[in-house]
């Protein structure tokens, strides 16, 4: 008697954290979905994420490719070989690089958010999504020029090297992020189905169901889903 009363005892506490999980998620969601830039991600599921990260491995990869391979060359000199490979990194990206980098990185991410491809939705926060892109560029190339300024005999101490490469590191990974972002959003929009859109959450609520009460056999969530099609094919009907 005893032993079954801890059970129920620790299925309620079970339960009881479950939904408090779930409101937390809720609205940790609700939060996400009204700011900027990010907001969207809120929309986008585990498949839209997963498919997007082969693009961008190979985008980054490519993209970063003068780096390492450069870092690569310098180890086989001999005056290089009490240095690691981050610090040979440090000295392809210390100059400014990083900065061209993010420029660079900016052009396919102008070209996917502005236009959509056919039968897909609009690309979510354009108009942020624009300005963001157009404040680093500004940045990384205003910067650059300093770099390269600093270079110059009369301008040697004037800028201060160490954030001018801070600040390159910060805009850099802002991009990457942001060209990240722009891909999930982008995959997120093709192969748009409406009706697909309005049955999702009837048949996630359904799989939440049959996770919280497992003893629901399969015909009645069968039925139950075969009566929300049946509604929606009336609303159709009468529609048209």
Not at 158 to 184: E, K, N
Not at 188 to 195: R, Y
Not at 201 to 215: G, I, K
């Amino acid at each position: 008697m005893q032993g079954s009363q801890e059970t129920s005892t620790a299925q309620g506490l079970l339960k009881f954290i479950e939904s408090k999980w779930r409101a937390v998620k809720f609205r940790a969601y609700k939060i996400l979905e009204i700011m900027p830039i990010v907001g969207h991600l809120s929309r986008c599921t585990k498949q839209h994420h997963k498919s997007s990260l082969r693009e961008f491995i190979i985008t980054i990869l490519f993209g970063t490719a003068t780096f390492w391979v450069t870092s690569i060359f310098l180890r086989t000199f001999s005056v290089n070989k009490e240095l690691d490979f981050f610090e040979l990194i440090y000295k392809t990206v210390s100059n400014g690089q990083l900065f061209i980098f993010a420029v660079g990185m900016l052009g396919p991410i102008v070209l996917s958010s502005a236009e959509d491809p056919r039968n897909s939705k609009q690309f979510p926060g354009r108009v942020n999504h624009f300005a963001l892109i157009v404040l680093l560029g500004a940045l990384a190339a205003g910067m650059y020029a300093l770099v390269l300024a600093g270079r110059e005999d009369v301008a040697k101490g004037m800028f201060d090297a160490d954030f001018l490469f801070s600040s390159s590191v910060l805009i850099a990974l802002v991009v990457v992020g942001l060209r990240y972002l722009t891909i999930v959003y982008r995959r997120s929009t093709v192969h748009f189905d409406a009706e697909g859109e309005m049955l999702a959450p009837v048949t996630q609520f359904a799989a939440d169901f049959n996770e919280r009460h497992p003893l629901t056999t399969t015909s009645q969530l069968d039925n139950a889903a075969d009566a929300m099609v049946s509604r929606l094919d009336n609303k159709k009907g009468v529609q048209q």
